[in-house]
């Protein structure tokens, strides 16, 4: 193929050219908007914008009031799992839970606020999947920023019609069962709140939460901290988890295959990946490395449609 003529090369680098030499240009916002002198948003009722925010938003809350998941947390071990979860079962209706205005938990950084992202290999695999640019460095990769990473995949979880982000919403509780048979607790969904009214419990008057049933809770919430590792504080809290191990001190080579190795069904319903599940294992922690993330929450994935499928042959599908 013939190599760009110059004009070519310069429409890339700059449309408006072609523009001034009066063939027809390819048409960009700055094409478009020239004369802001007579510029004009189409009419608006503030009633209008309401409206189109509170229906679609009170149609979800109906619609994903029965999930068949929800994960709590959406950080990079959370929406990874969602990202294999929604593209592997576009049947299946995943509503992810996000205490932050904001999803993405601690992936917009490197580690220390420095920009880029180390992933040791075979994480990588993951990065060609979603489409993440990086450099080769043998060992490991490293994306040149985290914010590249986790926007990529939020993007990506994002369009897929069959996840609903409900951020800036905690998991206050957890929806429990017992086995009539058994006893055994099992999780069934979880309880929800505005993250600022759950922050407000102890200095208002009672505000009661919601609910949304499911047959498997994915809880990737991240370590310890004011929000953090709650379903496995929750589960042990009320019988569900034997005990907890509490996240262990810095250690990469060891951290990173414990928790791909440790990402697992804790208690009927309930898989826990990420860091939270170095709360459960007492695992170390790994610092500013994230293939642990992103393959905690493939294998997560494949954890939840394992026990989704064996609640549906139980039948207990319906909670
Ligand atoms: O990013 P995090 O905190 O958790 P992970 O497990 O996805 O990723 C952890 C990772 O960023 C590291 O910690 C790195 C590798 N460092 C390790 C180390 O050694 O320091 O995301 C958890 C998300 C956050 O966005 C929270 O806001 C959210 O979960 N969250 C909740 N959302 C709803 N309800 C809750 N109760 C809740 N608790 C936490």
Redo the contacts with the bound molecule.
Sequence with gaps: MAPPTQIETLVQESPRVIHLSGSPAPSTCLDQFGDWENFKFAPIRESIVSRAMTKRYFADLDKYAESDIVV?????????AVYVLAKTRPDLKIAV????V??????WLG?QLFSAMVLRKPADAFLNEIGVAYDDEGDYVVVKHAALFMSTLLSKVLNFPNVKLFNA????DLITRRDPATGELRVAG?V?NW?LV?MHHDDHSCMDPNTINASVVLS????D?P?????AKRAHAIGGLPKLGG?RG?DMNT?EDA?VKGTREVCPGLVI??????EVDGS???????G??AL??VKAAEEVLRVYEERKKQNEYHG
């Design positions: 709590v947390g959406a950080g990079s071990a959370g929406l990874s839970i996000e205490a932050n904001s999803p993405g938990g601690g992936c580690g919403t905690a998991v206050e979880v929800t993250t759950t990737s919430s991240g370590h901290g929000f953090g590792a709650f379903s996240m810095l951290a928790i990946a990420g860091m939270e599940i170095a170390n922690r790994m610092g500013p490395t994230f642990a993330m905690s929450g």
